[in-house]
């Protein structure tokens, strides 16, 4: 009994840290490029170079560092990691509100992507505490909570940055991941660790080897990376676009957090429903009707004269997504080991 009211209150808490989380990570990206602009003076081209790598500085250090943390999770227990996430990047966000030129703001973004790992090890956690005929239910939990929080998070922050001020939404973000780390330390109990040994490891080298295809796995980890990085081209010039279109009038911060929502609104809506047609029709179908509607929006936003365009087409580019991201990982759960 104890037991199930232990992975009970983890789901609990760990759900709503994750919405929390999922707020704080998305309410900061509609206006960051504009932060951007306010640290010095910058040409056109300037502030779109300085956009795209304080956006991308976070992933870089984050590849490079999540095996790492990976492996220590393992050894140490997920709670450690979660506690390390959640406090490192709570103090990096308040930080990011007192810098005063771009470099700083640069190095903060790579330091968050160095302490990364909310998210992934919150689900390490409940996947490994709940019991398994509750898995699939705790972890849809997890996920929804997450793109609740996520959606949310750009009229959340654009909002605050419009009302306030961009310093103060950084101490708003670095002070929502000081809850999810107060909920973590005080509601969140791993019990029964067991650390995986150096043999256990070593045993996970020769899977790869095992699988059925590891060709078709290989080309679907390359297609994500090339969805990612469409969509990551164009998220760190969404705010400057929307000032451009809208000639530097009008609630800019607001306006652009809106538009930075409708493609995960979009995607929250559709995403079942595509799953379900995939199932039907094949999944490699709707990945490539998703590859050739993302083109031709892309294509058209280039054209686009005004902010309601520009939504419209996002709104119907999170359709697009919800062709790809889902489907592609619902081809790797697919995929079985040969037995």
């Given at each position: ?205 020769g899977v790869i080897h095992a699988l059925r295809s590891p060709q078709l796995i290989f ?37 652009s957090g809106v538009v930075a929502a409708l493609p995960g609104i979009a995607t929250f809506l559709a995403a079942s429903r595509f799953g379900a ?63």
């Amino acid at each position: 009994m104890k037991a199930k009211e232990t992975w009970r209150k983890n789901l609990i808490a760990l759900s709503i840290s994750v919405f929390i989380a999922g707020i704080a990570f998305s309410e900061v990206m509609p206006f960051l490029s504009l932060y951007i602009d306010t640290l010095g003076h910058f040409t056109h081209r300037e502030l779109n170079l300085w956009s795209g790598l304080v956006f991308s500085g976070i992933y870089f250090v984050s590849a490079v560092v999540s095996p790492w943390w990976g492996k220590l999770a393992d050894k140490k227990g997920r709670k450690p990691m979660i506690l390390r996430a959640s406090l490192g990047m709570a103090i990096i966000l308040a930080a990011m509100g007192l810098v005063t030129n771009v470099w700083q703001l640069f190095f903060l973004r790579m330091a968050q992507g160095a302490v990364s790992g909310f998210v992934s090890n919150s689900n390490a956690l409940i996947a490994t505490e709940v019991p398994k005929n509750k898995s699939g239910q705790a972890l849809g939990t997890m996920s929804s909570a997450f793109t609740a929080g996520n959606l949310l998070g750009p009229f959340v922050g654009g909002a605050l940055a419009s009302i306030f001020s961009y310093r103060f939404t950084f101490f708003v973000t670095g002070g929502l991941l000081l809850i999810c780390f107060l909920l973590s330390v005080f509601f969140v109990h791993e019990r029964d660790f067991k650390p995986v040994t150096s043999k256990k490891l070593d045993k996970t080298s020769g899977v790869i080897h095992a699988l059925r295809s590891p060709q078709l796995i290989f080309g679907l980890l390359i297609t994500t990376m090339i969805i990612q990085a469409a969509n990551n081209s164009i998220n760190p010039i969404i705010s400057l676009f929307v000032r451009q279109l809208m000639h530097n009038h009008g609630n800019v911060v607001f306006v652009s957090g809106v538009v930075a929502a409708l493609p995960g609104i979009a995607t929250f809506l559709a995403a079942s429903r595509f799953g379900a047609w995939g199932d039907q029709i094949g999944t490699h179908k709707i990945i490539l009707y998703g590859f050739y509607g993302a083109t031709i929006l892309f294509f058209l936003t280039s054209f686009v004269q005004n902010v309601w365009e520009l939504g419209i087409l996002r709104f119907l580019i999170g359709f697009t997504d919800a062709c790809l991201f889902p489907q592609v990982q619902t081809m790797l759960t697919k995929i079985r080991l040969v037995s």
